[in-house]
């Protein structure tokens, strides 16, 4: 069974940074896509960047340019290079897998493993 865990969340001020990791057990890289998302209090969880196996990413236009998303195999864990954060970027943040997905994918509905999240603030 596929387990997630994130770490790497806390608070830092705008324009500051935050590596986020989550470290999959159980989990087979072929063949499916790995991604980050964030839900803030009142609104919906929204994608944020998806990676498939062959490392090709892909990025909320919200995102662009300022996170970047990668993984180590060897390690079976999963980053989220976050920069440039802004006060609008707080949210809890989650790892999720999909066995689904053929290129990387902002679809919520492909993902089928998620972690227990890990919040991040950005004060102003």
Do not use: H
Request: charged share 20%; aromatic share 10%; with cysteine.
């Amino acid at each position: 069974q596929v387990q997630l865990v994130e770490s790497g969340g806390g608070s830092v001020q705008s324009g500051g940074s935050l590596r986020l990791s989550c470290l999959a057990s159980g989990y087979t890289y072929s063949r499916s896509c790995m991604g980050w998302f964030r839900q803030a209090p009142g609104k919906e969880r929204e994608g944020v960047a998806g990676i498939d196996s062959d490392g090709r990413g892909r990025y909320a236009d919200f995102v662009k340019g300022r996170f970047a998303i990668s993984q180590d195999k060897a390690k079976n864990t999963l980053y989220l290079q976050m920069n440039s954060l802004k006060p609008e970027d707080t949210a809890m943040y989650y790892c999720a897998a999909s066995a689904l997905c053929v290129n990387p994918s902002l679809l919520i509905r492909l993902y089928n493993t998620w972690g227990q999240g890990t919040q991040v603030t950005v004060s102003s």
